[in-house]
């Protein structure tokens, strides 16, 4: 099946930026959706972007809209975000995921939407995660 590799993360200082990636192993099923998801230490783990690998639609989190960027490359089978003006609310755990049902395309999208937890169980493919620190 779908295995996510991660590679990015680091340390830098607020108003940086900082490019992540996550590549898909080869699969028999497609990833008709991915998405970002973070966590910090005793917090849940939240939605931040997702995107319909097809048409590239995507959602954004209300705390990170308008400064990080999600896109996929298809023929890369690589998903990206680009995180521009970063703050030290940003510092924590980055999770991506990939799903290839319709219905679980939908529920992570609305998850992203409302701001709602996500567990780790509610999708099918996880990226070993990858550290974000955002110092002030």
């Not at 230490?41 to 959602?59: F, L, M, N, Q, W």
């Not at 991506?96 to 999708?123: H, N, R, W």
Request: glycine letters at 10%; one cysteine or more.
């Amino acid at each position: 099946q779908v295995q996510l590799v991660q590679s990015g993360g680091g340390s830098v200082e607020a108003g940086g930026s900082m490019t992540l990636s996550c590549e898909a192993s080869a699969s028999t099923i497609p990833n008709y959706c991915m998405g970002w998801f973070r966590q910090a230490p005793g917090k849940e783990r939240e939605g931040v972007a997702s995107i319909y690998t097809a048409d590239g639609k995507a959602a954004y989190a209300d705390s990170v809209k308008g400064r990080f960027t999600i896109t996929h490359d298809n023929a890369k089978s690589t998903l990206y975000l680009q995180m521009n003006n970063l703050k030290p609310e940003d510092t924590a755990m980055y999770y991506c995921a990939a799903e290839s049902a319709f219905p679980e395309c939908i529920k992570m999208q609305t998850q992203v939407i409302l701001g709602a937890s996500a567990s780790a169980t509610d999708f099918s493919y996880w990226g070993q995660g990858t550290q974000v620190t955002v110092s002030s």
